[in-house]
């Protein structure tokens, strides 16, 4: 998984940082408000401290999106913008997750990151970070910026999800602490296959174990996502669209929805692919197929998603 479209401007150098995070002492800062998982036992929302930033948020960035949150409970605006996130990180059901520090007991990342205001919200995408902004937001430009993160995640090839934090697990009672984010074993070789670029591998992978369990959902994801990037990866963009444009047949339709949705314009993608449904005749069922595949690679649960079934569901019937 490349993470080379990520770098822009005001980017910040995690090296430094994750270095002192891991010769930081224990924190012994106040507890953290707003961090309390869900009704149902389980969040996308981990609190972290100085000492186990690395393992909470950058290593993390490599299978997913890490959205940060620097909050101090001495400004109590703050508590909006963190019920923001938070209302934001579950609904996303592992597209990224949301890791809080507490400045007031980190001052060694605060100094890494030459932190000017409170709160500050970072993304974090393959160990890469740059700024998103300061200060307390309404819940819709907050679900805006992390669109954006969203969209570059996918651009960028990166298919992994997080896993979701269990309530009430402290990670001193001797249980594995949730901020590990331990890669499941299973999904080694197809791992492997991502980070090294070999998405047709990967998808393979995937396959693989879903023939062996075709209820893993997990694995059924991973392929639909792979496949997506195994057939972008070989196409020209600007290209396609053009060659969509003038007409192309349905193959060039599909290409085109590919291409689309991995530059995060999904609802683009989606409406071209239902055109091709409601015209009709030999080009619907594949781009129906094809509907279903983007379907799974976004995630049934996500708002998009939802209203295109809802549209491909009246064109059929």
Not at 15 to 36: D, T, V
Not at 95 to 122: E, K, S, Y
């Amino acid at each position: 998984m490349s993470s080379s479209s990520f770098s822009r401007p005001g980017a910040i150098d995690l090296s430094q940082l994750a270095a002192r995070a891991k010769a930081a002492p224990a924190p012994g800062g106040p507890a953290a408000p707003g961090a309390s998982a869900p009704s149902g036992g389980a969040s996308y929302v981990l609190e972290s401290s100085e000492q186990t930033f690395e393992s909470d948020a950058i290593r993390p960035s490599t299978q997913h999106p890490v959205v940060v949150e620097l909050y101090s409970p001495r400004v109590a605006s703050g508590q909006q913008l963190s019920d923001a996130l938070a209302a934001v990180a579950n609904a996303s059901e592992g597209r990224f997750l949301l890791v809080r520090l507490n400045v007031d007991a980190a001052p060694g990342i605060v100094q890494a990151l030459q932190l000017q205001a409170v709160p500050t919200v970072l993304a974090i995408i393959s160990g890469q970070a740059v700024p998103l902004f300061q200060g307390v937001l309404p819940a819709e430009q907050v679900q805006q910026a992390v669109d954006q993160v969203l969209k570059t995640a996918v651009a960028n090839g990166m298919v992994g999800r997080a896993r979701p934090v269990a309530a009430g697990t402290d990670p001193e009672d001797g249980a594995e602490a949730p901020g590990e984010d331990q890669p499941d074993p299973r999904f080694a070789a197809a791992d492997e296959a991502l980070a090294q670029g070999d998405f047709a591998r990967a998808r393979d992978e995937f396959d693989r174990l879903l023939q062996a369990n075709p209820n893993d959902a997990e694995a059924a994801l991973g392929k639909a996502q792979a496949g997506l990037f195994a057939r972008a990866s070989v196409l020209d963009p600007e290209a396609t669209l053009a060659r969509a444009a003038e007409g192309g047949d349905v193959a060039a339709q599909l290409d085109a929805a590919d291409v689309e949705l991995v530059s995060g314009r999904v609802e683009e993608a989606f409406d071209r692919l239902l055109a091709v449904v409601r015209r009709g005749g030999a080009d619907r069922d594949p781009a129906r197929v094809r509907l279903l595949e983007l379907f799974e690679t976004v995630g049934g649960t996500d708002p998009r998603v939802v209203a295109a079934r809802r549209s491909l569901m009246a064109a059929l019937f």
